[in-house]
């Protein structure tokens, strides 16, 4: 099998085609996600506890001197993209839970029986004219 078949069999797959969908919808949904939490959740956290922006906060380590600016470790920054992830994780583990009971409701079905194939039948008919 040539290289070009071969990748283009693999490419083809729909399993490549799903995962590049949801890398592309992940990312997406990334952005809504940080826009929610910096432009939604913050600003009135940030006023309940007294008009802080939690962007703005920060421990200056060294003052700037001359050309060089200040040395500042931002853990509003890092507050705000914990919130993001608690707030994608949660989204995940919400989608997962559909999907797995989704699927046990698949599984709960019972499977209907396959039907007899044609010298089953013919067979059944056989035994039931000997019986007669």
């Given at each position: 099998?040539?290289m070009?078949?071969?990748?283009?069999?693999?490419?083809?797959?729909?399993n490549?085609?799903?995962?590049?969908?949801?890398?592309?919808?992940?990312?997406?949904?990334?952005?809504?996600?940080?826009?929610?939490?910096?432009?939604?959740?913050?600003?009135?956290?940030?006023?309940?506890?007294?008009?802080?922006?939690?962007?703005?906060?920060?421990?200056?380590?060294?003052?700037?001197?001359?050309?060089?600016?200040?040395?500042?470790?931002?853990?509003?920054?890092?507050?705000?993209?914990?919130?993001?992830?608690?707030?994608?994780?949660?989204?995940?583990?919400?989608?997962?839970?559909?999907?797995?009971?989704?699927?046990?409701?698949?599984?709960?079905?019972?499977?209907?029986?396959?039907?007899?194939?044609?010298?089953?039948?013919?067979?059944?008919?056989?035994?039931?004219?000997?019986?007669?």
């Open positions: 099998m040539s070009i078949k071969e990748f283009k069999e693999f490419a083809i797959k729909g490549m085609i799903d995962m590049a969908v949801g890398i592309i919808i992940g990312a997406a949904f990334g952005k809504i996600v940080s826009s929610l939490v910096k432009d939604v959740i913050m600003p009135p956290l940030g006023i309940l506890i007294g008009g802080v922006d939690f962007k703005d906060l920060a421990v200056t380590l060294k003052d700037a001197a001359g050309d060089a600016p200040a040395v500042t470790l931002n853990y509003g920054m890092f507050i705000q993209t914990c919130v993001d992830f608690l707030i994608v994780a949660f989204a995940i583990f919400m989608a997962v839970k559909v999907i797995n009971a989704l699927k046990k409701k698949e599984e709960a079905k019972p499977a209907e029986p396959p039907k007899p194939s044609r010298e089953e039948e013919l067979l059944t008919e056989i035994r039931d004219l000997l019986k007669k």
